[in-house]
């Protein structure tokens, strides 16, 4: 058993690259807490594996007193000097204790260890290979589906994807392919952990690097994405050569590249824009596919008027509020959105000049000056008309 330990303990080594005088200090560890349990409590005794033979022993230990106070710690002098005829008062000594029945529980307890260690190292290598892979795509199949939970088959380990990283209506069965986000790996008692997503918007970025050549090459960069998955997605690109259209680049031929990330979502709809350093024009484009007739920004505030044909209110604000939510996300702004109509009549109500009776023969009139009127809403001021409605007034 000894000499097939060993060799076990050397194959082992060669074959998994866990080094072997680990796994003897883990079995020497191991045995001692299986003597104390079915053996001796006494805390002084330690475990010797010989390296060469792979003989465990069991030893006890105890200090040279001239006078026993303590026979579970103390020895004699003359009782040590049988043991080791170079110890003297003071020292340790170390004495065999090895039960007869101890191999047999040794070589179990040894196996136990080996296989833990093989199963943690193993566990360590499968770590180290997927935590390099956050933030990262992975294509899988589907395994088993469990409470709302499916496990994907990611090669070595299950992907864990629960339900609120599922996309909205989505129909997952057994042995369908689909890709993932890998959101994080963490260790746990089990072994390593992949948590993924279907819904993170990162999800169609990687997608977009890996279907789009120029993104991979960064002629065309991804500036911001914002996603509400399972409905849409806005992703706001541009380009670093004024010879390579982002927005083509992306749709591509016939839009085959962007169909692709939509096919793989289900049907997700996906809004590629041109990016702009200038708020009123990437505030314009995020709010495609409706026609923008106007952006007042608050540049303190960040805060946009948007003012938008009458026919095209409902399209910019989009179901439920969707577009301009998502808009707001992409740009980082508030946006207010009026039709034109409203924009109108909120204007107009602006240029009213409130007045009240005054005992006093000369009155001051000011005139409002309406600031950032549009010269598409066609909008005049005419004081005289203003000043002989004050008159009638008085």
């Given at each position: 058993?000894?000499?097939?330990?060993i060799?076990a303990?050397?194959a082992?080594?060669?074959e998994?690259?866990?080094?072997?005088?680990?796994?003897?200090?883990a079995?020497?560890v191991?045995?001692v807490?299986?003597?104390?349990?079915?053996?001796d409590?006494?805390p002084?005794?330690?475990?010797?594996?010989d390296?060469?033979t792979g003989e465990i022993?069991v030893?006890?230990?105890?200090?040279?007193?001239e006078?026993?106070?303590?026979e579970a710690?103390?020895?004699?002098?003359?009782?040590?000097?049988?043991?080791?005829?170079?110890?003297s008062i003071g020292?340790?000594v170390?004495?065999k204790?090895?039960?007869k029945?101890f191999?047999?529980?040794a070589?179990?307890?040894a196996?136990?260890v080996?296989?833990?260690?093989i199963?943690?190292?193993?566990r360590?290598?499968?770590?180290?290979e997927?935590i390099?892979k956050?933030?990262e795509?992975?294509?899988?199949?589907?395994?088993?589906?469990e409470?709302?939970?499916?496990?994907?088959?990611?090669?070595?380990?299950?992907?864990?994807?629960?339900?609120n990283?599922?996309i909205?209506?989505?129909?997952?069965y057994?042995?369908?392919?689909?890709?993932?986000?890998v959101?994080?790996?963490?260790?746990s008692s089990k072994g390593?952990?992949v948590?993924?997503s279907?819904?993170?918007?990162?999800l169609?970025?990687?997608?977009?690097?890996?279907?789009?050549?120029?993104?991979?090459?960064?002629?065309?960069?991804?500036?911001?994405?914002?996603?509400?998955?399972g409905y849409?997605?806005?992703?706001?690109v541009t380009?670093?050569?004024?010879?390579?259209?982002?927005?083509g680049?992306?749709?591509?031929h016939?839009?085959?590249r962007?169909?692709m990330?939509?096919?793989?979502?289900?049907g997700?709809?996906?809004d590629?824009?041109?990016?702009?350093?200038?708020?009123?024009?990437?505030i314009s484009?995020?709010?495609?596919?409706?026609?923008?007739?106007?952006?007042?920004?608050?540049?303190?505030d960040?805060?946009?008027?948007v003012?938008?044909?009458?026919?095209?209110?409902?399209?910019?604000?989009?179901?439920?509020?969707?577009?301009?939510?998502?808009?707001?996300?992409l740009t980082g702004?508030?946006?207010?959105?009026?039709?034109?109509?409203?924009?109108?009549?909120?204007?107009?109500?602006n240029?009213?000049?409130?007045t009240?009776?005054?005992?006093t023969?000369?009155m001051?009139?000011?005139?409002p000056?309406l600031?950032e009127?549009?010269?598409?809403?066609d909008i005049?001021?005419?004081?005289?008309?203003?000043l002989?409605?004050?008159?009638e007034t008085?």
């Amino acid at each position: 058993m000894s000499n097939e330990l060993i060799e076990a303990l050397d194959a082992i080594e060669e074959e998994r690259g866990i080094d072997k005088e680990v796994l003897i200090d883990a079995i020497e560890v191991a045995l001692v807490s299986v003597y104390r349990k079915n053996y001796d409590p006494n805390p002084n005794i330690k475990i010797n594996f010989d390296r060469e033979t792979g003989e465990i022993n069991v030893f006890g230990s105890k200090t040279i007193v001239e006078e026993i106070y303590d026979e579970a710690s103390e020895i004699t002098l003359d009782e040590a000097l049988k043991i080791d005829p170079n110890v003297s008062i003071g020292d340790s000594v170390d004495y065999k204790i090895t039960p007869k029945s101890f191999g047999r529980i040794a070589a179990q307890m040894a196996k136990q260890v080996v296989i833990q260690r093989i199963r943690e190292a193993e566990r360590g290598i499968i770590y180290d290979e997927y935590i390099e892979k956050e933030n990262e795509i992975l294509t899988g199949t589907v395994h088993r589906i469990e409470r709302n939970t499916a496990f994907i088959e990611l090669g070595k380990i299950e992907g864990i994807l629960s339900a609120n990283e599922m996309i909205p209506g989505e129909k997952l069965y057994i042995n369908k392919r689909i890709k993932v986000y890998v959101l994080q790996v963490r260790k746990s008692s089990k072994g390593p952990q992949v948590m993924v997503s279907r819904t993170h918007p990162y999800l169609v970025k990687r997608m977009f690097e890996i279907e789009v050549p120029e993104i991979r090459s960064g002629i065309v960069q991804i500036k911001s994405i914002a996603r509400e998955a399972g409905y849409r997605t806005k992703v706001a690109v541009t380009s670093s050569d004024s010879d390579v259209d982002s927005l083509g680049a992306c749709v591509g031929h016939k839009g085959m590249r962007v169909e692709m990330i939509v096919n793989e979502l289900g049907g997700e709809k996906i809004d590629v824009i041109r990016y702009s350093e200038d708020p009123v024009e990437f505030i314009s484009n995020a709010l495609s596919p409706a026609k923008v007739l106007l952006v007042r920004p608050n540049l303190e505030d960040k805060i946009a008027k948007v003012i938008v044909p009458d026919n095209q209110l409902s399209l910019a604000i989009g179901k439920e509020g969707q577009n301009a939510r998502l808009a707001a996300k992409l740009t980082g702004w508030k946006i207010d959105i009026k039709s034109e109509a409203e924009a109108s009549f909120e204007d107009d109500n602006n240029t009213n000049v409130n007045t009240k009776a005054d005992e006093t023969p000369e009155m001051d009139i000011n005139i409002p000056v309406l600031d950032e009127i549009d010269e598409d809403l066609d909008i005049e001021l005419d004081s005289d008309e203003i000043l002989g409605d004050i008159e009638e007034t008085e």
